[in-house]
């Protein structure tokens, strides 16, 4: 059935290091991703999106990129801070509505 | 703009039991979410509303879960009766319309069963 699974569950980094997060997805009907951070004790905050018809989108120091013939998906963090430690969640959008399926989650560890 | 608001925060309760949860979604926001997020995992769907309507209740587990959304603005989560399983939290989001998916999520309501 329809899945979206990550392939680390941890990762530690250095902070002032790049992090990668990856995702695997099943539905490659799916229209849109998005990867969500969740701090301990709150609920999941959006992070960045992208929509199937693109392969790259930059925000501020986050880079998602979509490689629909593999359905993987990567969340990419430049110069990680410890602010950043949390669990990431990648979420794929039901393209018959405004459910989202989301993944197990990675919990990122920056070491200051 | 003011957030999700949900109460309450945290709540224990013995299996069996009978317990409620409330959402306040973003002003203006036709559609409303409850998720149940086990821990280690992923949000799951329970149940979307299209203000007051129903859009999707397929994994809600209609034989001890209930949810409304009376006047289409709060929303209430009800488990009745509680088992050992319930345990998660139980996150509700909204957002402006079906389709945009980007949408806000409250700080969820943490539930034990004991």
């Known amino acids: 059935g329809e899945s979206v699974g990550l392939h680390l569950p941890t990762l530690s980094v250095q902070e002032g290091d790049n992090s990668i997060i990856n995702c695997a997805y099943s539905?490659?009907?799916?229209?849109?991703f998005i990867w969500y951070k969740q701090e301990s004790g709150k609920g999941p905050q959006f992070i960045i999106d992208?929509?199937?018809?693109?392969d790259k989108r930059q925000g501020q120091r986050v880079t998602v990129l979509l490689n629909k013939t593999v359905k993987h998906l990567s969340l990419q963090i430049a110069a990680t801070q410890p602010g950043d430690s949390a669990v990431y969640f990648c979420a794929e959008g039901d393209n018959q509505g405004g459910k989202l399926i989301f993944g197990q989650g990675t919990e990122l560890s920056v070491k200051p | 703009e003011a957030g999700v608001a949900q109460s309450p925060r945290y709540k224990i309760i013995e299996k069996r039991q009978s317990v409620a949860f409330w959402c306040n979604p973003i002003?203006?926001?036709?559609?409303l979410y409850w998720y149940q997020q086990i821990l280690g995992q992923g949000p799951k769907l329970l149940i979307q509303?299209?203000?007051?309507?129903?859009?999707?209740d397929s994994q809600l587990p209609k034989d001890r879960f209930s949810a409304e959304r009376l006047k289409g603005v709060d929303s209430t989560l009800k488990i009745q009766p509680a088992k050992l399983e319930d345990s998660a939290v139980y996150l509700c989001?909204?957002?402006?319309?079906?389709?945009?998916?980007?949408?806000?999520f409250g700080s969820g309501t943490r539930l034990t069963v004991v």
């Open positions: 989001a909204s957002s402006l319309g079906a389709r945009v998916y980007g949408y806000t």
């Open positions: 992208i929509r199937s018809n693109m």
């Open positions: 539905n490659s009907a799916s229209d849109y």
């Open positions: 509303f299209q203000n007051n309507g129903v859009v999707d």
């Open positions: 002003s203006g926001h036709a559609t």
